[in-house]
């Protein structure tokens, strides 16, 4: 046998195992996120209801602010269909704290949010929390908190929102 029908051959032996692959493992499926989200698949639904603001210090946005990301999150990032109440993932919460304090090292002041939240997942309950969570960010002191919160409670909300999402759908 000569190189060129020995190379024809394995040619077509690659070709014959690369159309038989995907019909011997067309059953088997692997599913990715690029969330990180692992979500039981008899799981359809969310419900996140408003975070009111408790804490001493209230911000008019900031409530309505990390409700609104939250849902945004999972309408983004899972497949889950946000419903008012009853979801099959049940969040809600409330703000519990929202402080500014000079940051010792930089000079710059820091601002705090802490949120209480109650996770309840109907098909999994070893998965329900009732966690508090808190996130903060920088700001230089030469500015009043009030001047500093349009930019201030959208970075800390993402911070907030990350960790809940992960502490209830990415089980790992």
Known sequence: MNIKSRYFKSRI???????ACPLLFGGCSVKYSLSGASIAPEIQTVSIARFPNNALLVAPILSSTLTDALQDRFT?????????????LRFEGEITN?????????????????VRVRFTNAFQPEFNYDKTFSAFSDYSSSRLLQEAEPTL????????????????????
């Open 76 to 88: 983004r990032q899972t497949r889950l269909a946000v419903v008012p109440e009853n979801g099959d």
């Open 153 to 172: 409670i959208p970075e800390i909300v993402d911070q907030l929102v990350e960790n809940i999402f992960n502490d209830a759908v990415s089980n790992w």
């Open 98 to 114: 929202y402080t500014s304090t000079p940051a010792a090292v930089s000079g710059e002041e820091m601002a705090v949010i802490t």
């Open 13 to 19: 032996a690659v070709m014959v195992a690369a159309l």
